[in-house]
Structures are given as structure tokens and as C-alpha cells.
């Protein structure tokens, strides 16, 4: 019986996209070699060409991987709707746990695998500013609702704190690769969170029945 050529079956796609996901997290796109990836992945060269075509096209896919599974968690965190403080809270915290993690590369992925590119890779870049971008909106979108419902107050520079909590997710990013420890982090996120405290309506206390 003629035996069918093409990749084994034992190979697995999503584990090989999170295998090569954690190659360019810590070694960033420029810096990783298909060499790399081979061995993080198992697979000789040409399994990983027929399955993926070449590293430029690997990233992306690796990117695309790294945003709808491991960086899920603080986009939902900011949607849970537990009021707006809480919310933002919990997105920070999630944010940190997932930068310090050691089973991860260092701070965001999208942050840190793509940057200060060659010529030839500016795309790569480029794609990395405009998905740094789209969580800027998340948060801007996460804090019109809230003014909406009257959480924050009415004259709040609601662009302004979606610019600043960018901000502070890019340096906690940025702060965890270079070591810095979970405690630090931790405080980082409570001196944040008094630029959204300034601008917090407290909610009305509901009078007793005398």
C-alpha cells in the first residue's frame, strides 16, 4: 500500500502556533531563526514550510494565536462590567500576571516582538502599532460607556485616560522584561489607578428608613 507524503498526523497546528509563539515572544521576530523554531517545534524545515509557508508568514500566525488565546484574559477583564473601577482594576492585574508569568515570554508579545524592525520587516511593525492601537480603543470604548452611565464624571478626558492606561500597560510590559518584580508591579497598578479615582463618581448611598 503506497504510503501518502505530507505531515505526519500526529502533527498539531495550535500546539506548533503556541511552541512558535513562545520562540518569537522572547526572541522577537528579527532575532528568531527558522533554526529556532524547528527546535522549539520538533519538525524538520519542510514540515514547517508545508505548514505554515515562511517565518514572515509563521509570525503572523503566531501573533494571531497570541491575541485570541493568551491575551484574551485582560480584554475580558475589562469587559466584565463590575463597574468600571473594578474592571480596569482587574484588567491591570490580569495584564501583570500574564507579562511576569516565567511560562511566558516576558511582557506583551505585541509590544516587545516587533520593534525598531529592519526595512524589510516594517510591516510587521506597522501591524504591531495598529493592534497596540486597538486596545487603546478598548479602553477608550470601556471608559465612553462608563461616562455614559454616569461612573465617571461628565467633563473626564476620557481620550486622555485611554492614552494614559495605554501607557501604563506598554511600561508594565516593558518593566516585567526587564525583571522587575511582581510586588513592584503590583504597586505600580495602585498609584495608576488614583488617575481614574479622580475623575470616579461615587455612587449614592441609598438613605435608611428611619
Not at 81 to 95: A, F, P
Not at 110 to 127: K, L, Q, R, W
Not at 131 to 139: I, N, V, Y
Amino acid at each position: 500500500m503506497q504510503q501518502t507524503r505530507g505531515r505526519p498526523r500526529s502533527f498539531d497546528r495550535d500546539e506548533a502556533l503556541r511552541l512558535a509563539m513562545q520562540v518569537f515572544w522572547n526572541k522577537g521576530y528579527e532575532g528568531t531563526t527558522m533554526a529556532d523554531l524547528t527546535a522549539a517545534i520538533g519538525v524538520k524545515a519542510p514540515s514547517l514550510y508545508a505548514a505554515f509557508g515562511d517565518k514572515n508568514a509563521l509570525f503572523r500566525e503566531a501573533i494571531d494565536f497570541y491575541s485570541a488565546t493568551t491575551a484574551i484574559g485582560p480584554i475580558n477583564a475589562l469587559k466584565e462590567g463590575k463597574g468600571m473601577r473594578e474592571d480596569l482594576h482587574n484588567m491591570l492585574q490580569t495584564s501583570v500576571a500574564l507579562y511576569a508569568d516565567p511560562a511566558n515570554g516576558k511582557g506583551c508579545m505585541v509590544v516587545v516582538s516587533a520593534i525598531n524592525c529592519a526595512p524589510e520587516n516594517a510591516a510587521h511593525a506597522e501591524e504591531m502599532t495598529a493592534r497596540r492601537q486597538k486596545k487603546r480603543q478598548e479602553l477608550l470604548k470601556r471608559f465612553r460607556k462608563a461616562q455614559e452611565q454616569n461612573e465617571l464624571s461628565a467633563d473626564a478626558d476620557i481620550d486622555g485616560l485611554a492614552d494614559f492606561y495605554t501607557a501604563v500597560l506598554h511600561g508594565l510590559s516593558l518593566s516585567a522584561r526587564d525583571g522587575v518584580s511582581c510586588e513592584r508591579l503590583a504597586n505600580t497598578i495602585c498609584h495608576a489607578m488614583k488617575a481614574l479615582d479622580a475623575v470616579l463618581i461615587a455612587p449614592k448611598k441609598k438613605r435608611v428608613a428611619q
